[in-house]
Every structure is written in C-alpha cells, then in structure tokens.
T-cell receptor, first 114, second 118 residues
C-alpha cells in the first residue's frame, strides 16, 4: 500500500470546520483513501472512504484532489467529542493478497477547543 | 444497530497464566480480524478469519497465541503462558465477506480488551 503523510497535530475551535490534510503522492489507480479515527481508550472508528470523487456522509466529507495525490477530511462543525487521532490510510480496492490488512500510521491528533 | 463487542474490557493477569479474549462481530459480517495496539504504537495485525477458517495467521507473534471462531460468529483469542510484552490493547474488527468477491470492505472495530500482564 502507498504511504501517507499527515501532520502530527492540529487544533480547531468548537463549532468551526476541521480540515485534516493527508498526502499520498504514490497512490495507485486501484487504491482508495480511507479515514478512521480513534478517540482515547476506544477502538478505531471508520469515518469515510473514497476513490476519486468527493464523498460525504453523516460524519464528514472527503475531498480528493484531481491527481489523487492528496485529500482532506472535513468535519463541518467540530465538537469536543471529535477530539481524537485521525488516520488516513490508502488501501487497495480488492482483497487479494493481504490487502485486507489495515495499516495505521501515526495519524493527526485533532484537539477541539471550547 | 449493534456494533462489535469485546469482553472483558480489561484484564489483569499474572505472568505465566493463560487468558481468553472474546469478540462478537456485527451480525452478517463473516470476515473477522484481530489486531493489537501496544502503548503509543500503531495497530499490529494478528489474524484474519473468513467464516470459521483462518486463511491468514501470519501476524500471530508466537505459538503461545491462538484463535478460533465457531459458527461463523464469535471468536476467541487465547494467549498461553502470558508474558509482560503481551500487555496491549487487543482489538477485534469485522467486515462484510472479502473472499468471494475480492472486495475490500471497511472494517468496524470493537472497543478492545486492555490486557495487563504483571
């Protein structure tokens, strides 16, 4: 799987949008961008994933650049409960080989401040 | 709906004892995965189940670790003769089946079992 680069930490004011960047310049054509987060002392939580089109669900929006070398996860109205480590993961779309394994890097610690 | 559940949430055991950790996946998720997360570390893959079979046990760190799954649902991870380096959070995840369609579905994680070996 391609590697990702994320800033180690970010701050955001409560109620404002949190924009978390991720670089994945070596992504392959069949690889998706996944985002998970891990709130302290909890298991990782799936947020969203996409291939090349922008995606939105009830939790967040995912914006992928046209060249697919970077993406941004957007939490439109951050709350204190969104404080967590956010992981950007690049993962093949097929489960062949050992592609089903999730490999988490160090992620971005997002701190939402009151 | 109900998510992945794991028990116990915390387990403290003495070095040399055996422990069993349980995972109950989301209903209908035939793929099940075990990972562990040591303090300040990333996730380490342990084992993958498709139904009751484990096509990939490559991440099990030693022969003291074993896992089984019965009825295509609940899975148990057993650690024999625990060592202090086994202390970690053990996470279970499940997903829709990956094998037949070779589609990589998103994995949903349980809350984990925090194992402390004293």
């Amino acid at each position: 799987d391609a590697k990702t680069t994320q800033p180690p930490s970010m701050d955001c004011a409560e109620g404002r949008a949190a924009n978390l960047p991720c670089n994945h310049s070596t992504i392959s054509g069949n690889e998706y961008v996944y985002w998970y987060r891990q709130i302290h002392s909890q298991g990782p939580q799936y947020i969203i994933h996409g291939l090349k089109n922008n995606e939105t669900n009830e939790m967040a929006s995912l914006i992928i650049t046209e060249d697919r070398k970077s993406s941004t996860l957007i939490l439109p109205h951050a709350t204190l409960r969104d404080t967590a480590v956010y992981y950007c993961i690049v993962r093949a779309g097929n489960s062949g080989g050992s592609n089903y394994k999730l490999t988490f890097g160090k992620g971005t610690l997002l701190t939402v401040n009151p | 709906g109900a998510g992945v559940s794991q028990s116990p949430s915390n387990k403290v055991t003495e070095k040399g004892k055996d422990v069993e950790l349980r995972c109950d996946p989301i209903s209908g998720h035939t793929a099940l995965y075990w990972y562990r997360q040591s303090l300040g570390q990333g996730l380490e893959f342990l084992i993958y189940f498709q139904g009751n079979s484990a096509p990939d046990k490559s991440g099990l760190p030693s022969d003291r670790f074993s896992a089984e799954r019965t009825g295509g649902s609940v899975s148990t991870l057993t650690i024999q003769r625990t060592q202090q380096e086994d202390s970690a959070v053990y996470l279970c995840a499940s997903s829709l089946p990956t094998a037949s369609l070779r589609v990589n579905y998103e994995q949903y994680f349980g809350p984990g079992t925090r194992l402390t070996v004293t």
